[in-house]
Every structure is written in structure tokens, then in C-alpha cells.
């Protein structure tokens, strides 16, 4: 009985050892900055960027939600996710150079559901100095699926320039696609350098990170594809 016991215990051990060996392997390998970009690389980078001759014919602007934190007792400028400030931030710049207006989506999804993150968007946007006229508000959405059925609804006819991340760029270029909506995308919020060849570094949180990131979009387009298309 005793023996048994020994035994049971000492595989215990082995099995543990390995899963903790593999554990760390694995964390190491997606803490690389590399691995990160070779992830990140078909997502972000499958297209060159936006061509600037094409989106002088854009005749709106449309930028999807990222996130806004209701929570906490923060500064404005801290509520703001860097996804959401970029492509803000890209929008108001191509707004003055094109004259034409922008669209900001987004209704309900936040901690705090009477919050509208397109009404806080277009508050951005005019400390920003775009000119309230120049802003349309659409408190509709609360996923890209959705966000592009409230566009639909009420601009499918104009040629729009979408603009938004680059993890994100793919998976929503086949969503407007399929609502039929003429759209040229433009990327901000870029993840990787598109760097490929390989290189070695310590273990970094911000390259996990990246890592994360891309494996939840992979998983995202999937689920597009299987569940929604």
C-alpha cells in the first residue's frame, strides 16, 4: 500500500513537472516579439496601406467603436482606449483634408449601459475641433456586425472611408463587403513593425499581449465565418 502511495506520488510529480515545463515553453514562445509579429503579420498587413487617390473620392468617413471605461473616477483623456483615440484622432485629420463628415457608431455596450459610446465619441471630436455639423452620431451597435447594419441602414450608397485598427481591418473589410457597402479601409492602431525575419529576445508582457490580441481575432473572423456569414 505504502509503495503505491510512493508511486502515485511520484508520477503526481511528473505530471506536474511537465505541464510546468511545457507551461513555460509555451509562455516563452508567445512572449517573443517575433512570434508576436509573424501572428499579427496576415492581420495587419495582408493589404498595403490605404491608397490615397481612392479615398479623395470618399464622400464619408466611418469609424467603428473601440472602448471608452465609464468606471472609475479618471481623467476624460484616460477613459479613452489608444484604439479609439487613433482612430479619432485619424478621422478628425482626414475630415479637414477632404472636407467631408464623419460617422462615429457605437451604442450601449459599456460598463455603463446609459452611457452611448457614440454620443462620447462625437464629444471627442469636437474638443478635437471638427465642427458639430461635421459629426454624425449613430447610437446603434454593439459589435462590428451590428455597427455596419446601422451604417447600412442610412449611408450604404455613399462612398465611405472606413477607418480602424489594423488587427480589425480584415474581419471587418468581409463585413462590409457582404452588406454591400463601397468602402476603402484605412489602417491605424498598428500591433506589429511586419517584421519577419527572426530574431531573439527576453520575454516581454507587451508582445503576450499582441499575441492575445491576434489569437482573439483569429478566433473572431472563425466565428464570422462559421456563425454569421
Known amino acids: ?24 515553453l509555451i509562455l516563452f514562445i508567445f512572449s517573443q516579439p517575433w512570434v508576436a509579429n509573424v501572428l499579427l503579420y496576415p492581420l495587419e ?22 472602448y471608452y471605461q465609464t468606471r472609475y473616477d479618471l481623467p476624460e483623456v484616460s477613459r479613452w482606449h489608444e484604439c479609439s ?30 452611457v452611448k459610446y457614440s454620443e462620447k465619441a462625437k464629444q471627442f471630436l469636437e ?34 472611408i472606413t477607418i480602424t485598427s489594423a488587427t480589425h481591418q480584415f474581419r471587418l473589410s468581409q463585413i462590409l463587403k457582404n452588406a454591400h457597402i463601397n468602402s476603402n479601409v484605412v489602417q491605424v492602431d498598428f500591433q506589429s513593425s511586419g517584421e519577419l525575419k527572426p530574431f531573439l529576445t527576453s520575454p516581454s508582457i507587451l508582445a503576450l499581449e499582441r499575441t492575445r490580441r491576434a489569437i482573439y481575432e483569429y478566433m473572431a473572423i472563425a466565428k464570422y465565418y462559421v456563425l454569421e456569414k
Not at 16 to 22: N, P, T
Not at 87 to 112: C, H, M, N, W, Y
Open 127 to 160: 474638443v478635437l475641433g471638427v465642427q458639430p455639423n461635421r459629426i454624425i452620431s449613430v447610437p446603434e451597435g454593439t459589435d462590428s456586425q451590428s455597427e455596419v447594419n446601422a451604417l447600412k441602414r442610412r449611408f450604404n450608397r455613399l462612398s465611405i
Open 45 to 66: 498587413h495582408h493589404e498595403k496601406l490605404y491608397d490615397s487617390s481612392k479615398i479623395s473620392r470618399g464622400e464619408i468617413i466611418f469609424v467603428p467603436a473601440c
Open 85 to 114: 483615440m487613433q482612430r479619432l484622432i485619424q478621422a478628425k485629420i482626414l475630415s479637414d483634408e477632404l472636407g467631408i463628415p464623419i460617422i462615429v457608431t457605437g451604442g450601449s455596450f459599456l460598463s455603463d449601459k446609459n
Open 1 to 24: 500500500m505504502t509503495a503505491s502511495l510512493i508511486l502515485l506520488k511520484v508520477k503526481k510529480e511528473k505530471i506536474a513537472k511537465r505541464l510546468f515545463v511545457s507551461g513555460s
